[in-house]
Nanobody, 123 residues
Framework: QLQASGGGLVQAGDSLRLSCAAS????????MGWFRRAPGKEREFVAV???????KEYADSVKGRFTISRDNANTAYLQMNSLKPEDTAVYYC???????????????????WGQGTQVTVSS
């Protein structure tokens, strides 16, 4: 139900915009987040946005470089600027259940997951 796209191979300092499109349901009124899993590491929190799109939170490692947003339809975005080699990972979008309003930074708080999109940043 969640389809992440927009990943690719870029050089350090470049930008990418990831998209997370929802289908088969209405995700326009749920908390949505982005997580990532780097090679050999656990999946970690990247960013989360509340239902209205007004409130956002970021991991310290991406603060000031990444921006999470959403439109009025069923799509969330992750704009990634000034990419670094340590940003290399598979990026996943996720959505909380409609009944949940807390902007969870824990992956256990999310009921729906996309398949992931690979982002590779070369030095």
């Amino acid at each position: 139900q969640l389809q992440a796209s927009g990943g690719g191979l870029v050089q350090a300092g470049d930008s990418l915009r990831l998209s997370c499109a929802a289908s088969g349901g209405t995700f326009g009124n749920v908390v949505m987040g982005w997580f990532r899993r780097a090679p050999g590491k656990e999946r970690e929190f990247v960013a989360v946005i509340n239902k209205s799109g007004v409130r956002k939170e970021y991991a310290d490692s991406v603060k000031g470089r990444f921006t999470i947003s959403r439109d009025n339809a069923n799509t969330a975005y992750l704009q990634m600027n000034s990419l670094k080699p340590e940003d290399t990972a598979v990026y996943y979008c996720a959505a909380r259940d409609r009944s949940q309003t807390f902007m969870s930074t824990s992956q256990t708080g999310y009921a729906y997951w996309g398949q992931g999109t690979q982002v590779t940043v070369s030095s």
